[in-house]
């Protein structure tokens, strides 16, 4: 009775993790097989052990109610299994919105952060805007470089935006890099404009690229492609792979804050893969 009750509790709280990889028919199919396997070895064991132990043989009638008596265990076991397994998920779905709660805080708290007196920021970027504002080249940048702290104020505010701001933004963020590495850095964005409106988390596109550029050479030799494209409501963002040979200051945990941003947002993972010396992420519109 006991490794009966045992295995039953094991296999009926657990299935779901055990088969997670099948679809609900087969775990169930799979659970009903392994439950019925269980009650008749349990039973046999039972039945053949006894008179072993006793000296005494069961009798048909003692057979039929020790199956009996086995079936009402089994059952027993699979009504309170179910409601462990509803507590499981209770208990998880706690745990996911205190998560959830948490990250909440912790932006706000970085929103705060962020917006420590962002007027003097602004202030000096104007004052340094009129001090410049014969050159051109130094204007146009300081208004990128305003456009896209002013963005990413606003961004702490919302989960997701539109593909179209974000464009708008990552069109800023490659002014700049253009301003350093002119020529040697190119981009081509080619997305169908019926993705424009899709929602995606902020700063996603532009973490892709600033990724590219960080860990990539980039040289006259070796100037850095960076291909932005839509395919079957998808965006991918790729790059041919050079790596720096000098050290990059990097944590290494970008792509794998965005995948977790991803996941909490839209219930999908990025993907990320390196085949052929070409670095490619998929970022799921849908």
Not at 170 to 184: E, F, P, Q
Not at 275 to 281: I, K, Y
């Amino acid at each position: 009775l006991f490794i009966l009750s045992l295995v039953s509790l094991e296999l009926n709280t657990n299935y779901k993790s055990i088969y997670r990889q099948y679809s609900l028919f087969v775990r169930t199919s799979l659970t009903i097989a392994f439950n019925t396997i269980l009650f008749l070895g349990i039973v046999q064991l039972f039945v053949t052990v006894y008179p072993l132990v006793t000296g005494q043989v069961l009798s048909e009638s003692e057979i039929g109610f020790t199956y009996f008596v086995y079936f009402v265990i089994l059952m027993i076991t699979i009504f309170i299994a179910r409601i462990l397994k509803y507590q499981i998920i209770h208990h998880e779905d706690l745990l996911e919105n205190e998560k959830l709660k948490q990250q909440n805080l912790q932006k706000e708290l970085t929103a705060l952060k962020n917006q420590i007196n962002p007027h003097f920021l602004f202030n000096s970027l104007n004052s340094l805007n009129s001090i410049v504002r014969d050159n051109k080249e130094a204007t146009m940048f300081i208004k990128k470089l305003s456009f896209m702290y002013r963005y990413i104020l606003q961004s702490g505010e919302r989960d997701v935006v539109p593909l179209q701001e974000e464009l708008k933004f990552l069109d800023s963020y490659i002014h700049l890099v253009k301003s350093r590495y002119r020529d040697r850095f190119k981009i081509d964005i080619d997305i169908d404009a019926e993705y424009l409106e899709k929602k995606v988390p902020p700063l996603a596109l532009q973490l892709l690229v600033e990724n590219a550029v960080k860990h990539n050479e980039i040289s006259e030799s070796n100037p850095l492609q960076v291909n932005i494209y839509s395919k079957d409501s998808d965006i991918y963002v790729e790059n041919e792979m050079r790596l720096r040979t000098s050290f990059v200051d990097s944590t290494g945990n970008g792509l794998m804050n965005l995948d977790k941003r991803y996941f909490l947002l839209k219930k999908q993972h990025i993907s990320i893969s390196a085949t052929e010396n070409v670095f490619r992420v998929k970022l799921p519109l849908n």
